[in-house]
């Protein structure tokens, strides 16, 4: 515990944006005070130095029981298809990320990519579509190159520079090789050549070989949705654990900030309920920084009065475009790290894309990412078979997981500006605030760039031998609510909420991710993003995070 | 003695899990222990620390609560019973009500009836059923920590070699066939 005093700066949440700005910001001298609302499973807060051996390989602890949180039944969120829809359709889970020290660090199975020069420019190089406000970014590849390579030293990153075509230039390589290719992967990625896409080892968040006093990753299988039980994966430890170290920074976990405090054009400190339930304040002498993500950022602003009216709007999650293939061969996709390999041909456009796009009626389209990847957990896979007399047998065949192989597309979402966080008007969560509300429906570019491009893969799984292939989307607009399937995007790459720009009028920050009028309030997470890209968010949030505390801490 | 049921129930209980995930050549719910996972769960507030998230996947030692995590489960698992606290958005059934209540409906001869019978009934309450399958299947396949998938009999008939750490896989068996 700090003796009382204040601090320079207060941190909320302590996922991958809020861990890196506390790095940079007691590096830079500064006293850091992070909120977090989760529990702590990471790190010991006594002794920083030790890791915590909370995380294990259990579906039942991780998927069906919230170990990660948020519990849905203490912070229910709700959602809507549309404002024509009523004041909600559906109360419980809505696109859930973790609420634990760590963040969305932790569950994720560290796909890491740098986005492309074009994703900085797309209206520029694409132009506009109706019913979207699709802008170019306050800032450009060129200018985020050194904090990619800085953010890729921070986390770890295993990858292959030389291996996608497609990739922004580099000023140097990866940190680490890539890991060991997943049997899956290895048949995937050689049939997708031989259809002429250009398959990579992704580039991965989990060490290849041992790095920064944290072992090599061995491959155990659970990767997605849980925490690594030996601390291999690049979720926000290092960070976290640097900032502990220098004796100037403060973590408090199952701390609830409700309000920003802001007097005169700056931000002066957060209103929070301590896990206790009673409601104290802590005063920043110099900056108050939100990295809850792009939920909880606007959900945060709303209830502490802000106003600007494009606070949580321009909501984006990756339209996944799931294409699986039944194969006669085992692919055992419980080994290895959930996902080795992808592809990036359908975000790059040709003529058969732009044909597609004007027989829908659009400017142009583009899908996002191809995860290589199968399902992994027995329990989910033995829901989907009959109960009786047949279900031993068809655990034993597997044809829907140690039978199955296939595609994730997280494919590219408009920002629309009817896609919003709000605050729910009767629902509230446990401290009794107002749950939040999403109101989001996909555009027609991201349905007509999902029928373009689920053709190719299932060719591909053809060519890999699958005897059936199957497609589904997330979300399936208009489809029913209550299964894993539904209107509901499940995508956890959520972005846009409170998007930077140059222009007060059409942005809520400014190009250093502060507040246009109170230039101390800073967002270090997703909430920013002016696009969606077709790529995972994390990797840019830590390397706009850098760039952004570098800036205030010399400012 | 079961945590939560009453004798005559976990015999149902059985009966029921039995029913979804029949031994075939390979053991099948009753030998997995199902009905005891589920009998944990329900009775998970009668250990401490509550059997809720288990420290390791195949050890008897679980994470504390804190007083909100308390309040979430015991409240999915008592239902709200009127208190106040867990009424929050409205009341709320739990799951040991739905199985009192579900079990009372398949009948206390619901083992000793034939295979049709068992499913007419199982069928006349969808929602009890989709309720007792999801456990089942979590029973079955799950951890052995929370008391079923006794002898990893689950895992060793769907060829999943569950927890590997710390040994984890080798790049061989990662990569190869």
Redesign the interface.
């Known amino acids: 515990m700090i003796a009382d005093q204040d601090f320079d700066a207060i941190v909320v949440g302590s996922g991958p944006g809020g861990s890196t700005v506390a790095e940079v910001l007691t590096a830079a001298g500064w006293s850091v005070l992070i909120f977090e609302k989760g529990r702590n499973h990471l790190i010991d807060l006594a002794d920083p130095t030790r890791l915590l051996t909370d995380y294990s390989n259990d579906e039942l602890k991780f998927i069906s029981r919230h170990f990660l949180g948020p519990d849905p039944w203490l912070e229910p969120r709700t959602f809507r298809a549309g404002e024509d829809r009523g004041d909600r359709e559906h109360i419980g889970e809505a696109n859930n990320l973790p609420s634990t020290v760590g963040g969305g660090g932790v569950h994720a199975d560290g796909k890491l990519p740098r986005f492309l020069a074009a994703d900085f420019r797309m209206r520029s190089d694409l132009g506009p579509v109706d019913g979207a406000a699709v802008e170019d970014w306050p800032v450009d590849y060129d200018e985020m190159e050194p904090f990619y390579a800085d953010a890729e030293r921070i986390v770890g990153v295993a990858g292959d520079a030389d291996a996608n075509p497609f990739a922004a230039w580099r000023s140097g390589p990866y940190p680490m090789p890539p890991g060991a290719p997943m049997y899956g992967a290895v048949r995937s990625t050689a049939s997708a050549e031989k259809l002429g896409l250009h398959p990579y080892p992704g580039p991965t968040g989990a060490n290849s070989v041992p790095y920064d006093g944290r072992p090599a990753c061995n491959n155990c299988g659970f990767c997605a949705y849980y925490g690594c039980p030996i601390h291999a994966k690049g979720d926000p430890v290092a960070p976290l654990q640097r900032a502990l170290l220098t004796g100037r920074c403060e973590l408090r976990p199952e701390t609830f900030v409700s309000r920003v405090l802001v007097t005169n054009g700056r931000a002066t400190g957060v209103e929070y309920v301590d896990r206790d339930g009673v409601t104290r304040t802590e005063t920043a002498t110099r900056a108050v920084v939100l990295a809850g993500g792009a939920v909880e950022t606007p959900r945060l602003l709303l209830l502490s009065g802000f106003e600007h009216p494009l606070i949580g709007r321009h909501l984006m999650c990756h339209f996944q475009t799931m294409v699986m293939g039944i194969m006669l061969f085992r692919t055992h996709p419980h080994r290895g790290r959930a996902v080795t390999h992808m592809h990036d041909d359908h975000l790059i456009g040709d003529d058969a894309s732009r044909a597609a796009a004007a027989a829908a009626g659009l400017p142009w389209l583009r899908g996002g990412m191809v995860e290589h990847c199968g399902p992994g957990a027995p329990v989910m896979e033995s829901r989907t078979y009959p109960w009786g007399r047949r279900h031993k047998e068809m655990m034993r065949e597997s044809p829907m997981r140690d039978h199955m192989w296939g595609f994730t597309m997280q494919g590219e979402d408009l920002p629309q500006p009817t896609n919003r966080i709000d605050l729910d008007p009767t629902v509230r969560d446990i401290r009794g605030f107002p749950a939040m509300r999403m109101t989001y429906r996909s555009h027609a570019m991201e349905l007509a760039a999902s029928r373009h491009y689920a053709p190719t893969l299932a060719a591909v799984l053809e060519d890999m031998g699958a005897t059936q292939t199957m497609v589904a989307t997330s979300p399936v607009p208009d489809g029913p609510y209550g299964g894993y399937l539904s209107p509901i995007p499940n995508s956890k790459h959520v972005v846009g909420t409170v998007r930077m720009g140059t222009d007060p009028s059409t942005s809520v920050l400014d190009p250093w991710g502060r507040f246009h009028d109170v230039p101390n309030l800073m967002v270090a997470d997703s909430s920013g993003f002016v696009t969606s890209t077709g790529y995972g968010p994390t990797l840019t949030i830590v390397a706009l995070a850098i760039r952004n505390a570098r800036a205030l801490a010399s400012s | 003695m079961p945590a939560f049921f009453t004798p005559d129930e976990y015999a149902v209980v059985v009966a029921v899990c039995e029913?979804?995930?029949?031994?075939?050549d390979?053991p099948?719910a009753t030998d997995a222990a199902v009905a005891d996972y589920i009998d944990t769960l329900l009775g998970a507030f009668s250990f401490d620390p509550p059997r809720?998230?288990?420290?390791?996947?195949r050890r008897s030692e679980f994470?504390p609560l804190?007083p909100?995590?308390e309040?979430?489960w015991r409240?999915?698992i008592e239902g709200s019973l009127g208190r106040p606290e867990r009424e929050?958005?409205g009341p709320?059934v739990g799951w040991q009500q739905r199985y009192r209540d579900g079990v009372a409906a398949l009948g206390a001869d619901f083992g000793r009836v034939d295979e049709d019978e068992q499913?007419r009934r199982l069928r006349a309450d969808r929602d009890f059923l989709m309720l007792v399958?999801?456990h089942?299947?979590?029973g079955?396949?799950?951890?052995p920590?929370?008391g079923g998938n006794r002898g990893l009999v689950?895992?060793a008939?769907?060829?999943?070699?569950?927890?590997?750490?710390?040994?984890?896989?080798?790049?061989a068996?990662?990569?190869?066939?």
């Open positions: 029913r979804l995930i029949p031994a075939d390979q099948g809720i998230w288990a420290v390791h996947p994470h804190t909100l995590d309040l979430a409240t999915r929050l958005n709320t499913k399958h999801q089942a299947c979590e079955m396949y799950g951890a920590a929370y689950g895992w008939n769907s060829g999943f070699e569950g927890d590997v750490q710390p040994r984890g896989y080798t790049d068996e990662v990569s190869g066939p």
